[in-house]
């Protein structure tokens, strides 16, 4: 069976910089594959040929077995699109958004009336789908984007940093959508983020980009895991015994336990995991939590190890001209 997407050797150079710079990876059927990287890293670029918009300079990438550039057709047709920049019409309804998208893809009516239905549902905006688009908020303009990027019954999804610029509670609610669609429907999603907490949440695997290459590419536990370092458990327990210092050292997954002041400090290699198993573990053994606190390993360490610099610090590197999705644009008069 072949691959959602197949990416080999690919390269995309502008006049004035290699945006892409020879970058190879396959993304299984069913997968929520992630590119994390900074501004400017080249992740609007490679989503831009996996998607039809501009052609590779070299190299090739497939879409379910299909050359994006010999069979645009074919491809666009088992593909949703969501753009970095919002591009629902302001003036339509979202029923009307969606229903001129389905008339795009020749969706006959009684078939394109339902699939709106269900998405809309699906989404949350059915209560809301006869209102203007101009009078939503950025998550539910971007939910109303997700839904019609599905209209065709895609079997991938690509989403262009889909919550960047929305509020906290909204970008939560995308995430849990795009699971939610993802266990329904089998569908494959490749999604591109400057986010360290919504790769992790979301991707089983993620492909680092920095300067247009793939410094590194795993799925979020092996990349934490692969820097060594472990997350940490600290505990204020009445009642430590030897006895629970033993069997708390006997688990697979504790790593190492230290004391600090009154506080234990118990090294895991996953605290969500290793948490449940520790606590019934303390209380099988008569001891009693007082405080519990968990220090995850996160991404950005694994950015910092990968590429010796923050994502912040990566961004500020680099000349950021980028308006909109991504492209450079000349301001009238010729200044930038
Ligand atoms: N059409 C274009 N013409 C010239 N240069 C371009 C064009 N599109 C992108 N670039 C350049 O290619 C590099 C990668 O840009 P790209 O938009 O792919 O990055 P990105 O990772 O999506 O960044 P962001 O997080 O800001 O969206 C940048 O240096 C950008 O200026
Ligand atoms: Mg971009």
Request: charged share 25%.
């Amino acid at each position: 069976m072949a691959y959602a997407v197949e990416v080999k050797n690919i390269v995309k150079k502008f006049p004035s910089v290699t945006a892409v710079d020879d970058v190879s990876f396959n993304v299984d059927e069913g997968e929520i594959f992630g590119l994390l990287g900074p501004n400017g890293a080249g992740k609007t670029t490679l989503n831009r040929m996996l998607t039809c918009l501009i052609k590779p300079t070299s190299g090739q990438a497939n879409i379910r077995g299909l050359d994006v550039v010999k069979y645009p057709v074919r491809v666009r047709r088992n593909i949703g699109v969501v753009s970095q920049a919002m591009t629902s019409d302001l003036d339509l309804t979202a029923w009307e958004n969606l229903d001129i998208y389905g008339k795009y893809f020749d969706i006959p009516k009684t078939r394109r009336h339902e699939t709106i239905k269900y998405l809309l549902e699906t989404v949350g905006l059915a209560n809301r789908a006869q209102e203007l688009v101009a009078t939503y908020s950025g998550g539910m303009r971007r939910r109303l984007e997700i839904a019609r990027g599905l209209i065709h019954k895609p079997y991938i999804l690509f989403l262009d940093e889909p919550t960047t610029g929305l509020d906290p509670q909204s970008r939560r609610v995308i995430w849990d959508l795009l699971n939610k669609i993802r266990k329904e429907t089998k569908l494959t999603i490749f999604i591109t983020t400057h986010y360290m907490d919504e790769a992790d949440f979301l991707c089983d695997r993620i492909a680092i980009v920095d300067y247009g290459k793939i410094v590194v590419l795993d799925s979020p536990s092996n990349l934490k895991r692969s820097i060594g370092g472990f997350d940490i458990i600290e505990m204020l327990l009445s009642n430590y015994t030897p006895e629970v210092e033993a069997s708390l050292k006997a688990m697979q997954f504790v790593k190492n336990i230290t004391k600090k002041d009154e506080y234990t400090r118990v090294y895991v290699t996953d605290a969500a995991k290793a948490m449940p198993v520790i606590i019934e573990d303390i209380k099988k053994m008569h001891g009693s939590i007082d405080y519990l606190a968990i220090q995850k390993q996160s991404l950005e360490d694994v950015f910092i190890h990968y590429t010796g610099k923050t994502i912040r610090e990566a961004e500020a590197q680099k000349t950021n001209f980028i308006l909109g999705a991504g492209a450079p644009r000349q301001f009238p008069g010729g200044r930038l």
